[in-house]
């Protein structure tokens, strides 16, 4: 069944039927002032933190309620209705709807009885409040008077645990006021009074452009008792009665009228932010003002489509294009600034950036924001501890070089966090290198960076250090010990341990350093690296390699995870895909350890984290017997090693295996059967359930995943082959034999390459004919020398 539908003109997801199998959102806003909205205008808004900053409620895993609520009523007929389809759900047999989800903004348009509705969505660029444009029309052909409500529910706490548990403390702190055509919301007043600024005391629900009739700060006035956000009784009666909030749950609701002549409209603007009286007052005097709105607009569609200029592609394949193009890329932003913050599932409740997510979820903005990546990159090399570790979990206020360690029982009690991970530190390397393979900016190295807990040293020193924590702890096979946990929480190997993943990840590490060492001429260095990297490839081998497959790892006491003799879990797709991607398999390894994941984990909905599930014979540290089989790392379709997956094919040269597996996992090709996957058709989910489950296809935790980060490399590295290193860029796509062409437009180190690939003779990968700026060269590798401000290349496959 089909909801919508890309429009790619204006870098938008249209949903044409509101009644979605799930709330499909969109987010607003910055670190600094952060909102979720869905199609039908639920969501929350929070200032920093979706935890310790939120300003308004949302009921997570229930209706899609409450939300930024605009209610229309006919004073005439006594009849109203919502601008979004929700809260108050119109038949829609008489209600027409539409949802623009864009990049940054949502606009919600409605019709119902000749009265058309628009209402934009929107957080001005580097502003930190929200704005709320609604437009009216008379579309009918007699005179209308309408009554329209502006309603938002506030928190009556900061911290989104206590509002909701806390009741005997939260319902008797907040009070409201009306002040200058707002409601202004006030916490903890008594004790606020000497506070310099708002200090997350004071929020405000302003209407501009119109003058207010009436209004209420008290929710359950403004619903009354025993309704719902559906039947408000203010809205019924079509009048608030005036009554303010105190020792009750606070809201903003805010009423005005008009009267529109047939064919004519109305604009007013509804703002809410974490403002005091007087910051509040001044922002509603701003949207007095004509043309602001549009104006704001445009600044933020700019900023965004700009990041998205610097690459996109036109392939054969539509859905390809809208997710390289605009939902992927915005996807992987939207992960790179909120991390696992706040979504429709994650509450806000982790108050820090988790080191293994974040510097991957790096790794999917690069091409399109080096700068922007070299600032977040910056920031976790200073929350690696000088032994070479990274904190599990960084917190939003981090102070390098002043934080506790999971050596102190401190961090430990305040994160929740007990040990190292043996991962973490590793996700550095193909970060750090992407960065400067695609920047050229080598000074990087030797920029001096602190640690998080004491000294400092430069990137390149800060590299050596995270080899050496896994030298340092190597287990009984000399590979790298599996500590808390390696990428997968759900796999628990023992202190002493040992994860074959990660010890590809180690050696992967040492391919990329020796690039780094052998640029900078240190050849002491490049002896070590000779001598441990062999040894470790040679230990993989010898001990992880079993016919047609690499095993997972080894427990503490030595049982082997991930045998083939195994009755479950005898195939994990992880140490195939990383076997290729790190360089450590031979060709003929590789062919065979790709076909086994094809032959026992692949599904048309993607490949399976790991199967048959764990449901007899799990190890005491398989935590995810937990979850039902089919589901999450219990045999789900995991959706992050998809692109690892996808990439891994492409470097083989594989390029039906590999867009095979992206157009399985890929959202967009799941548009047409939205009721089998349920959340968005644009935004990658954290894992979709697999055949043994009687929903099989169905996906869940949308929108903040690292699914965005790995499958943008696996598309843009992998099938499209844009492989820079740190003097120039090879250009080796491995595409479906069927496209017989494709483009490219990409920004490099600020050149602009206009690449176009052609494929008449149904090739998956190899360059036959590589021209540059007219010119036929000897390889399809493009050196930063040869290039122009301006460049036209073409590759014959």
């Known amino acids: 069944m089909n909801y919508g539908y890309f429009d790619e003109k204006n870098k938008e997801y249209v949903i044409t039927r509101p009644d979605t199998p799930a709330p499909w959102a969109n987010y607003l806003g910055s670190p600094e002032y952060g909102a979720i909205i869905s199609n039908n205008a639920g969501g929350y808004s929070f200032v920093k933190s979706g935890a310790n900053g939120r300003i308004t409620r949302y009921i997570f895993n229930q209706e899609d309620k409450p939300g930024r609520y605009v209610y229309l009523r006919d004073d005439d007929e006594n009849d109203y209705w919502s601008a979004s389809w929700q809260p108050v759900g119109k038949p829609l047999s008489e209600y027409q709807n539409q949802c623009h989800h864009g990049t940054a ?47 938002i529910e506030f928190t009556n706490e900061s911290n989104y645990e206590n509002d909701q548990v806390n009741l005997q403390y939260t319902l008797f702190i907040t009070k409201t006021y009306f002040k200058g055509n707002k409601i202004l919301q006030v916490i903890n007043e008594n004790d606020g009074k000497n506070a310099e600024g708002s200090n997350g005391r004071e929020r405000f629900f302003g209407l501009a452009g119109a003058k207010v009739e009436s209004y209420n700060g008290d929710k359950s006035h403004f619903i009354g008792s025993y309704r719902s956000f559906g039947n408000p009784i203010a809205v019924e009666n079509g009048s608030c009665d005036n009554v303010l909030n105190y020792n009750s749950n606070a809201c903003g609701a805010l009423h ?47 900023y965004w489509h700009g990041k998205l200029a610097n690459f996109q592609v036109k392939t054969p394949d539509d859905n390809f294009n809208a997710m390289l193009n605009t939902w992927n890329a915005y996807q992987c932003f939207i992960t790179f600034i909120w991390s696992r913050a706040a979504s429709f599932i994650y509450a806000g409740l982790r108050n820090g950036y988790g080191y293994r997510d974040t510097v991957q979820d790096i790794q999917g903005i690069i091409h399109l924001d080096p700068e922007m990546a070299r600032e977040k990159i910056w920031f976790m090399l200073s929350a690696q501890v000088d032994n070479g570790g990274g904190l599990p979990l960084v917190k939003f206020d981090h102070n390098a070089g002043h934080e506790d360690t999971p050596d102190d029982a401190s961090y430990v009690q305040a994160t929740g966090h007990p040990a190292y991970r043996a991962d973490d530190a590793l996700w550095l390397f193909p970060t750090v290198y992407k960065y400067m393979a695609e920047t050229g900016d080598k000074n990087f190295l030797d920029e001096v960076i602190p640690y998080a807990n004491k000294d400092e040293g430069t990137v390149y020193d800060h590299l050596k250090r995270a080899i050496n924590f896994s030298m340092e702890r190597l287990s009984v096979h000399k590979m790298p010990a599996g500590l808390h946990a390696d990428w997968n929480d759900c796999l628990r190997l023992g202190k002493k341990g040992e994860s074959t993943f990660v010890a590809m990840q180690l050696y992967y590490a040492m391919s990329v350093i020796r690039n780094i060492a052998e640029d900078k001429k240190d050849t002491e260095y490049l002896a070590y690296l000779d001598k441990v990297q062999t040894e470790l490839k040679d230990t993989i081998n010898n001990n992880c390699w079993e016919e047609d497959r690499f095993i997972r790892g080894f427990k503490e006491d030595g049982q082997v995870i991930g045998s083939k003799k195994d009755p479950e879990a005898s195939m994990w797709v992880n140490p195939q895909s990383w076997a290729v991607i790190s360089g450590l398999a031979s060709k003929d390894q590789a062919e065979k350890a790709l076909e086994s994941v094809h032959r026992e984990l692949n599904t048309k909905y993607g490949v399976r984290t790991m199967a048959p599930s764990y449901v007899d014979h799990a190890f005491d540290g398989a935590l995810a017997i937990l979850f039902n089989p089919s589901t999450k790392e219990n045999g789900g379709i995991f959706s992050q090693p998809q692109g690892w997956i996808i990439l891994a094919e492409a470097l083989m040269g594989h390029g039906n295996r590999a867009y095979e597996y992206f157009t399985e996992t890929c959202p967009a090709t799941q548009n047409d059967h939205a009721e089998i996957r349920v959340i968005e058709p644009y935004a990658h989910g954290q894992f979709t359930e697999a055949n043994e489950s009687p929903f099989y296809g169905r996906s869940h935790t949308h929108w903040l995943t690292g699914t965005a980060s790995t499958v943008m490399v696996g598309c843009v590295e992998g099938i499209l082959g844009m492989r820079p290193d740190l003097n120039g860029l090879t250009i080796a796509p491995s595409i479906p034999s069927e496209w017989k062409e494709f483009s490219i437009e990409k920004t490099f180190r600020g050149k602009k390459l206009n690449i176009k690939v052609q494929n008449p003779n149904g090739a998956e990968s190899g360059c036959k004919e590589f021209y540059v700026n007219g010119v036929k060269q000897e390889t399809n590798y493009l050196p930063e020398s040869m290039m122009k401000d301006v460049n036209d290349i073409l590759l014959v496959m």
């Open 105 to 151: 903004y949502t606009t919600i348009k409605a019709q119902y009885k000749g009265i058309e509705s628009e209402v934009l969505y929107y957080v001005p660029l580097n502003k930190t409040h929200e704005v709320w444009k609604v437009t009216i029309k008379n579309a009918s052909d007699k005179p209308r008077n309408i009554s329209a409500f502006g309603f």
């Open 256 to 302: 005005t009228k008009m009267t529109l002549k047939p064919g004519e409209q109305k604009e007013f603007i509804f703002l809410l932010g974490q403002k005091n009286d007087k910051e509040s007052s001044d922002i509603l005097s701003y949207y007095n003002e004509p043309g602001v709105v549009d104006k704001e607009l445009s600044e933020l569609k700019s």
